[in-house]
């Protein structure tokens, strides 16, 4: 089963506004990724948060990790058009470095 | 640096038939990893290469890779299946570090 599962699996907003993803996992871990897939497109790293971590910053975006509650949050603000894309949460299920689980990703659409 | 690049960008390829997908990076980094990813659904792990001359399989057969330099990561499909009809995805990192992927393989199996 997947290690991380993102909530909503689809989200429109307008642009301009603020959109927030979810991402819950099962068990512990060294550290939680966040990538943005354009369609058709490979992924785009946008942040890593390691599990001694509590929040991150990069631009319009804030990852908070609660390793507690086994939960990611990817926030984005003032959306813009160029935000649409999937976004997926990737964890690496403390198998040892590199072995990434995904979730099955947030459809993320921003309307003009 | 060209990064992580992928050929071919797409193929068709018959029941039975086998093909290699070529990867390779020029990051320097060690390791390497494949995964596939339908349609809706995220990525999953099929093999990943640690460092040069080793690799691990996430999932059953189908699928062949060798790491014989650290550039290159070719994933070899044996006797292709519709099965196997996915986007394939080559990925490289440093230890504990971000992926860096390719833009992918589009492959269909008929």
């Known amino acids: 089963s997947q290690q991380g599962e993102e909530d909503p699996q689809a989200l429109s907003i307008q642009e301009g506004e603020n959109a927030t993803m979810n991402c819950s996992y099962k068990t512990s871990i060294n550290n939680l990724q966040w990538y943005r897939q354009n369609s058709g497109r490979g992924l785009v790293h946008l942040i890593l948060?390691?599990?001694?971590?509590r929040e991150k910053h990069s631009g319009r975006l804030r990852v908070t990790l609660d390793t507690s509650k086994k939960s990611s949050s990817l926030l984005i603000t003032a959306s813009r058009a160029a935000d649409t894309a999937s976004y997926f949460c990737a964890t690496d299920a403390n198998q040892g470095a590199q072995k990434l689980v995904f979730g099955q990703g947030t459809r993320l659409t921003i309307n003009p | 640096n060209a990064g992580v690049t992928q050929t071919p960008k797409f193929h068709i390829l018959k029941t039975g038939q086998s093909m290699t997908l070529q990867c390779a990076q020029d990051?320097?980094?060690?390791?390497m990893s494949w995964y596939r990813q339908d349609p809706g659904m995220g990525l999953r792990l099929i093999y990943y290469s640690a460092a040069a001359g080793t690799t691990d399989k996430e999932v059953p057969n189908g699928y062949n890779v060798s790491r014989l330099n650290t550039e290159d990561f070719p994933l070899r499909l044996v006797s292709a299946a519709p099965s196997q009809t996915s986007v394939y995805l080559c990925?490289?990192?440093?230890?504990?570090?971000?992926?860096?992927f390719g833009p992918g393989t589009r492959l269909t199996v008929t």
């Open positions: 990925a490289s990192s440093f230890p504990l570090y971000e992926q860096y």
């Open positions: 948060i390691r599990s001694n971590e």
């Open positions: 990051m320097n980094h060690g390791y």
